[in-house]
């Protein structure tokens, strides 16, 4: 795992921290090849996130987000946006690429390890597809199960470095 992806953890929610290393271990594992995963966004703040809804609407260019502030899993340190880093150097977005030559891309191998531990993947959205994007969809507490989505995790409070508290 590389410092970026390593410090980008670091900012997770403290519920999803351990599971996203699990999870980079497994796809470095996975990707045999020259392929390694980095998480390239993982919480943001309301502010980054009110900036990125901006774009294509206030001000020039396609639109990123459909999200406003508070509306994306972002916002809560529980999702996360990858790319692959190829050969140590170049950062990869290209879903179809097998870099390690076992006929699986290496994205999906990815995705595959993404969904067992419970997370969505963009990708699987049926509108406004975000391939880089994967969020966790539960939060085990006790025997309770939490459904993750914005507008429950907007209603809850927040501890002194604000996180989510369940």
């Keep these: 795992m590389d410092k970026v992806t390593s410090e980008r953890i670091q900012l997770l929610h403290p519920l999803v921290r351990d599971e996203v290393k699990q999870i980079i271990k497994e796809c470095d594992k ?4 020259r392929a390694k995963i980095r998480i390239t966004q993982g919480l943001r703040s309301f502010e980054e996130q009110e900036r990125l809804y901006a774009i294509g609407r206030l001000t020039s ?3 990123v987000t459909n999200a406003k502030a508070g509306q994306s899993i972002h916002n809560y340190g529980f999702a996360v946006d990858i790319c692959l880093i190829i050969d140590g150097k170049m950062a990869s977005w290209d879903t179809a690429k097998d870099w390690d030559n076992d006929r ?3 994205w999906y191998e990815c995705v595959k390890i993404f969904a067992r531990h419970g997370w969505d993947w963009g990708g699987n959205w049926k509108t406004f597809k975000d391939l880089p ?3 966790k969809k539960n939060i085990s507490q006790g025997e309770d199960l939490i ?3 914005w507008r429950t995790l907007l209603k809850m409070p927040r501890d002194q470095q604000n996180y989510i508290l369940f």
Excluded at 30 to 33: D, I, R, S
């Design 30 to 33: 996975a990707l045999t090849g």
């Design 61 to 63: 260019g396609k639109k």
């Design 104 to 106: 699986v891309a290496d």
């Design 133 to 135: 994007h994967f969020e």
């Design 147 to 149: 459904k993750v989505n």
